[in-house]
Nanobody, 127 residues
Framework: VQLQAYGGGLVQSGGSLRLSCVAS????????VAWFRQAPGQERQFVAA????????TYYADSVKGRFTISRDTDNTASLQMTGLRPDDTAVYFC?????????????????????WGQGTLVTVSS
C-alpha cells in the first residue's frame, strides 16, 4: 500500500488550498485517515482525521477547527480543504493511515499510531 499526497503550493494569507491523499493498492475501508503537518524545526503535528473512515467522526486540531475540512472523496481518496490560510499554517503536510482499521479514539492524534504515510506536500502561506 502506498499513499500519495498532493495539492500543496504557495498561497497568500486568507487563501485556500485543497490537499488530496490517494491510496494505491487498496481502499481505505475501515482505516483511520489523518493529516499531519511539520514545520521546520518543529515536531509533526496533528491536523485532522476521519476515524475508521466514518465521515460523521472527524476530528481537528484546535488551530484549524472551522477553517479546515477533512473528507472522503472516493473509496481510496481523502481530502483536506483548507480555507482562511495563515502564515503559521506553512508546513509540509503528510497524510497517514492505519492499515488494520483498529485505531482507538485516544490515539487519533498520535503519529506513532499510523503505519502508512505519504511523502508530504509543501504548503507555503505568504503574509
Amino acid at each position: 500500500v502506498q499513499l500519495q499526497a498532493y495539492g500543496g503550493g504557495l498561497v497568500q494569507s486568507g487563501g485556500s488550498l485543497r490537499l488530496s491523499c490517494v491510496a494505491s493498492g487498496r481502499t481505505f475501508r475501515r482505516s483511520t485517515v489523518a493529516w499531519f503537518r511539520q514545520a521546520p524545526g518543529q515536531e509533526r503535528q496533528f491536523v485532522a482525521a476521519i476515524f475508521r473512515w466514518n465521515s460523521s467522526r472527524t476530528y481537528y486540531a484546535d488551530s484549524v477547527k472551522g477553517r479546515f475540512t477533512i473528507s472522503r472523496d472516493t473509496d481510496n481518496t481523502a481530502s483536506l480543504q483548507m480555507t482562511g490560510l495563515r502564515p503559521d499554517d506553512t508546513a509540509v503536510y503528510f497524510c497517514a493511515a492505519d492499515s488494520e482499521g483498529r485505531m482507538i479514539l485516544s490515539s487519533v492524534r498520535d503519529p506513532s499510531a499510523y503505519n502508512f504515510w505519504g511523502q508530504g506536500t509543501l504548503v507555503t502561506v505568504s503574509s
